[in-house]
């Protein structure tokens, strides 16, 4: 699907190839971030991919491409053209696969990425107001999560990273029985694990078995059992990526380097009910919101 949607000195053409919610709510956000508009809608089909086209009364002087998940970003780095281009909605493993390829790396074309994840610097933000005076966190990981993992490391400055790796489902419990002795409290990444909801479950029932709170970046898990996790609302991430395409713009000339940018602001979420069975007294979602991204 193709919306274009005008912005200030830009259009946006937005790409989505898969029409699930998060996806759908991104779009009316960027929708109504544009409200003064009143655009009429056709739609159509270009290479295979269903399309909206919404064309704005008047013509603006630069389009931005903004593409929503990993299957429209695959697509729109292969398009001809020197339209800036923003990619929305990623996980931090999507875009290590995406900056591999060569169409990615032209020179004569402004890319920005937008993360779907906030910063691991907030997750551990998030940890540190909940847990002050604990420092030993268990990571269990993939082969797949070392850009994760590096990113973890540079932030976790004065923590004591307890990492094992499980390479497949079979040895994910052997993993944990390793890493829960040595530590206060276990974080899913958002990786090949955090993605996966048995190997989710499997963790948090591991965590609740010990006594430890399991720390992550999605709503689900908190839904599922977790304790906390920093999270970035479909909404918010519009109007974040609203305001990097504008960075694009503003930039002039291309790049072979893209401009990445994690998910910001970020929302807290807390399972009260395990806080109360772990005996933790937390403040409100909104305080430790403003915790976490006090900090930045």
Known sequence: MFTTIPARAASLTVLVADE????????????????????????????????RSVRPGAAADINVTIAVGVTASR???????????????LTRLDYESLKSQPAFRRSDRRVGVLLRDPSMADQLAL??????????????????????????QRAAQGWELQIEY????????????????????????????????AATLAVLRAGAGAGL?????????????GLAAVVSTPSQLAQQARALAQK?????????????????????RVNATVARGLGLRLPNERELTERVTALR
């Open 20 to 51: 699930v919610a998060p996806y759908a709510e991104f779009v009316q956000q960027l929708r109504a971030l544009a409200a003064d508009a009143s655009p009429a809608e056709e739609e159509r089909a270009v290479a295979g991919v269903r399309t």
């Open 75 to 89: 697509a729109a780095i292969e398009r001809p053209g020197p339209d800036p281009l923003v990619l929305a909605m």
């Open 127 to 152: 940890v540190d107001a909940v847990l002050p005076r604990k420092r030993r966190l268990g990571v269990v990981a993939t082969a797949e999560s070392e850009p994760l993992l590096r990113e973890l």
């Open 166 to 197: 499980a390479p497949d489902a079979k040895s994910l419990a052997a993993a944990l029985r390793s890493v829960l002795p040595r530590s206060d409290a276990l974080m899913v990444l958002p990786d090949l694990i955090g993605d996966n909801q």
């Open 213 to 225: 709170p399991v720390f992550g970046a999605s709503e689900g898990l908190v839904r599922s059992g």
């Open 248 to 268: 694009l713009v503003a930039s002039g000339t291309g790049s072979a380097s893209a401009l990445v940018e994690a998910a910001a602001p970020a929302t807290v």
